[in-house]
């Protein structure tokens, strides 16, 4: 069961603006700062640009991105362990240009079928994991997931690529960031407003995936 069961000033705003959840405003803060999703508006390739979204429910993150693209061809995968809230999409949810997948996306099957829609463009992951109240524990299991979701864009993330991943702050966290500096031009820590005073939730953003070591000259 949340911690935060009252309503905030977050959360009214999210759902007059047709979200969800709070978190919408994470991911709009990081994109205003990191221009995200500018480059793919009024872009039309011949190659689809695809979006992974992680520990999507209940899907703010997937309908801001939904709301921004404005390019010809283009195809979002979220996955989450719970179904996506139907209130608030009008039907973004139902285009033939999204698709969601529940399961774990730390498991193998979930994992291959996730692959099979690679490579992406941009992956997103806001996800958490269930919270014990012990800080150290909690850090620990965010760790984890945050190095799974990063092996998805070690993967399967095209060169020039970009990704957004939430961790809790802890002793683990900054060996995450040091690899994302690894793997992309950019690495950077940043904490939006959005977030609630007393959490040790950060965000990592990687842009510009470096090409695999073996295609570098």
Not at 180 to 198: D, L, M
Request: with cysteine.
């Amino acid at each position: 069961m949340s911690l935060y069961n009252k309503p905030d000033f977050w959360s009214i705003k999210a759902h007059k603006e047709g979200y969800p959840a709070r978190s919408v405003y994470k991911l709009k803060e990081i994109d205003e700062k990191f221009s995200l999703f500018r480059s793919f508006k009024g872009k039309n390739n011949e190659n689809k640009i695809k979006i992974l979204d992680l520990g999507a429910s209940p899907g703010s993150w997937s309908l801001y991105a939904l709301r921004q693209i404005k390019a010809q061809g283009f195809f979002l995968l979220a996955v989450d362990l719970t179904p996506i809230s139907r209130d608030y999409d009008k039907g973004l949810f139902d285009g033939e240009n999204f698709l969601f997948l529940q399961g774990d996306f730390t498991c193998q099957d979930i994992k291959s079928a996730i692959l099979s829609q690679a490579p992406f463009d941009l992956i997103l992951s806001d996800a958490a994991p269930s919270t014990s109240g012990n800080a150290s524990v909690d850090a620990l299991r965010s760790f984890v997931l945050a190095e799974s979701v990063l092996e998805y864009a070690e993967s399967s993330l095209v060169e020039c690529g970009n990704i957004v991943i939430k961790i809790f702050q802890g002793s683990d966290s900054p060996h995450l960031l040091k690899r994302i500096r690894e793997t992309f031009t950019v690495g950077k820590s940043f904490k939006p407003q959005a977030c609630r005073q007393n959490s040790f939730e950060t965000y990592y953003i990687g842009l510009s995936r470096h090409p695999p070591a073996r295609q570098r000259v």
